[in-house]
């Protein structure tokens, strides 16, 4: 199996299952509570190491029980914590609610995230990574960060993947030989200026891009590389207990398959997989499945 490094997000989720999400100013009774591990980032690295590679988690995390309880949580999966840093305050914290039709709504408080440095990530980076190795970043930590680990991986010669949630708008010289993984709505975000799907595919791809693989929930994803017809994968069925963590593990297998030696054709087909199987259990990590789920989806 290949390296893979993960720049994120390290958070606490704070799960709540209920009958239907509610609408503005409506209140939503009866709802059960759990605490699960979270973040993108962390998620994203745990993902990883299920799949089987070396993976380094590079973040920051609280003074707080909750901040020793998520690095002790990524140990357990297999995750090399020693690029966590520790900060004042406390440490981040997700608010999810999710449906009896498994749909979600998400909100943040970044606490400890927000607080990781670009001068961090690079010192952290520095002789950890060579042109082996895949850098997985997202955007639930100062864009800084996410650039100081983006230039780190082109000098090391390293494939660079932009996971772009929450969306935001993103300066040419980040996308520049950059993997990026939007979903549907994710897409406008990064190139706001483009009036549609296609012509923010364009620009994005005009700004040096390596590839766009827009994520599409239960149809699958695309796939766009520069002089190419897109290439659409279809999700296999599965039986949705939520969907939170799915793009997650979209990314995670991503980094993998890549940090492997796949193709990027290859690559999505194998993430598409790993995203649907993550939907068949519940909460961000509830269903991350191994290589050999990966392969049995796939043959399916």
């Given at each position: 199996m290949?390296?893979?490094?993960?720049?994120g997000?390290?958070?606490?989720?704070?799960v709540?299952?209920?009958?239907?999400l509610?609408?503005?100013?409506?209140?939503?009774?009866?709802g059960?509570?759990?605490?699960r591990?979270g973040?993108?980032?962390?998620?994203?690295?745990?993902?990883?190491?299920?799949?089987?590679?070396?993976?380094v988690m590079?973040?920051?995390v609280?003074?707080?029980?909750?901040?020793?309880?998520?690095?002790?949580?990524?140990?357990?999966?297999g995750?090399?914590t020693?690029?966590?840093?520790?900060?004042?305050?406390?440490s981040g914290?997700?608010m999810?609610?999710v449906?009896?039709?498994?749909?979600?709504?998400i909100?943040?408080a970044?606490?400890?995230n927000?607080q990781?440095?670009g001068?961090?990530?690079t010192?952290?980076l520095?002789?950890?990574?060579?042109?082996?190795?895949?850098?997985?970043?997202?955007?639930?930590?100062?864009?800084d960060?996410v650039?100081?680990g983006a230039?780190a991986?082109?000098?090391?010669?390293?494939?660079v993947?932009?996971?772009?949630?929450p969306?935001?708008?993103l300066?040419?010289d980040l996308?520049?030989?950059?993997?990026?993984?939007?979903?549907e709505?994710e897409?406008?975000?990064?190139?706001?200026d483009?009036?549609?799907?296609?012509?923010?595919?364009?620009a994005?791809?005009?700004?040096?891009?390596?590839?766009v693989?827009?994520?599409?929930g239960?149809?699958?994803?695309?796939?766009?590389?520069?002089?190419?017809?897109?290439y659409?994968?279809?999700?296999?069925?599965?039986?949705?207990?939520?969907?939170?963590?799915?793009?997650?593990?979209?990314?995670?297998?991503?980094?993998?398959a890549?940090s492997?030696?796949?193709?990027m054709?290859?690559?999505?087909?194998?993430?598409?997989?790993?995203?649907?199987?993550?939907?068949t259990g519940?909460?961000?990590?509830?269903?991350?499945?191994?290589?050999a789920?990966?392969?049995?989806?796939?043959?399916r």
């Open positions: 290949g390296y893979v490094t993960v720049v997000s390290i958070n606490a989720d704070y709540v299952r209920v009958g239907h509610p609408q503005p100013g409506e209140t939503v009774a009866d059960d509570l759990v605490i591990p973040g993108k980032g962390a998620n994203q690295a745990h993902a990883a190491a299920r799949l089987g590679a070396s993976v590079i973040g920051a609280g003074a707080d029980a909750a901040g020793e309880d998520q690095r002790a949580v990524l140990r357990l999966a995750v090399d020693s690029g966590l840093m520790q900060c004042d305050g406390p914290v997700a999810i609610l449906d009896d039709a498994g749909e979600n709504m909100a943040v970044p606490g400890a927000r990781l440095a001068e961090a990530v010192a952290t520095s002789g950890r990574i060579d042109n082996r190795s895949v850098v997985l970043a997202s955007l639930e930590i100062p864009l960060a650039a100081a230039r991986a082109r000098a090391a010669g390293a494939l993947i932009i996971n772009p949630a969306g935001r708008p300066p040419a996308l520049a030989g950059a993997i990026l993984t939007p979903n709505g897409i406008r975000l990064v190139a706001p483009s009036g549609s799907e296609d012509e923010a595919i364009a994005v791809l005009g700004a040096g891009a390596h590839a693989v827009i994520t599409r239960a149809r699958g994803a695309s796939l766009y590389e520069p002089g190419q017809p897109g659409h994968l279809t999700a296999p069925q599965v039986l949705v207990v939520d969907t939170v963590g799915a793009g997650d593990a979209f990314n995670g297998a991503l980094a993998v890549l492997d030696g796949e193709t054709r290859s690559s999505v087909r194998i993430a598409v997989a790993a995203g649907a199987a993550a939907c519940p909460g961000a990590r509830g269903a991350l499945p191994t290589q789920d990966v392969e049995a989806l796939i043959r």
